[in-house]
Nanobody
Framework: QVQLVESGGGLVQAGGSLGLSCAAS????????MGWYRQAPGSDERQLVA????????RYADSVKGRFTMSGDNAKSTMYLKMTNLKPEDTAVYYC?????????????WGQGTQVTVSS
């Protein structure tokens, strides 16, 4: 079982910056992948924002490329999402996600979510 706790959401004006953190209960290098997803107001779908696969492969959604940066600190078992030049359409609940491979089976875990609101 992997527990994930997000922090760092809040309210910011368009063009501003925010940083999110996701603390994991296991060493993040032991995870198959970690990612950030977001669910916009009124939407039932969680969309991928960014994902780290293994130790170094980072992929971003086209909508955040060049504005968001995902990184991890293995010593702190924490993953970060630095968000800059925020836009109102970035408003969403942001969720941390982790996949752990155990006995050839992918086990997926989610954090509780943190609200990010960008005002125009």
């Amino acid at each position: 079982q992997v527990q994930l706790v997000e922090s760092g959401g809040g309210l910011v004006q368009a063009g501003g910056s925010l940083g999110l953190s996701c603390a994991a209960s296991v060493t993040i290098s032991r995870l198959k992948s970690m990612g950030w997803y977001r669910q916009a107001p009124g939407s039932d779908e969680r969309q991928l924002v960014a994902v780290i696969i293994g130790d170094s492969i980072v992929r971003y959604a086209d909508s955040v490329k060049g504005r968001f940066t995902m990184s991890g600190d293995n010593a702190k078992s924490t993953m970060y999402l630095k968000m800059t030049n925020l836009k109102p359409e970035d408003t969403a609940v942001y969720y941390c996600d982790a996949v752990q491979l155990i006995a050839s089976r992918n086990n997926e875990y989610w954090g509780q979510g943190t609200q990010v609101t960008v005002s125009s």
